[in-house]
């Protein structure tokens, strides 16, 4: 592993602390997914939607973890 990977990886974990999994997630996908995620959120779907759809594309996430980002009542927020 080089330094910058190992650079990459820490500043990553450094701005993970104290997020939630549905956040820790977010800053996983890239730019065409987070751009599509943002937008169904805007448009209001379901959790569950949401779940469903990060889950066929490999991501675990729980329902519940989305519900309570949207919430505002999650980790990330507390620490915010
Ligand atoms: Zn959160």
């Not at 820790?24 to 949401?50: C, Q, R």
């Not at 675990?60 to 919430?71: F, L």
């Amino acid at each position: 592993m080089s330094l910058e990977d190992s650079i990459e990886e820490f500043r990553y974990k450094g701005t993970d602390i104290g997020l939630c999994p549905f956040a820790k997630l977010i800053n996983k996908l890239n730019e065409v997914d987070k751009k599509a995620l943002f937008n169904a959120i805007e448009k209001s779907l379901p959790d569950i939607t949401l779940a469903n759809a990060l889950r066929k594309e490999g991501y675990k996430i729980a329902e519940i973890s989305i519900a309570q980002h949207r919430k505002g009542i999650c980790r990330c927020k507390n620490n915010a």
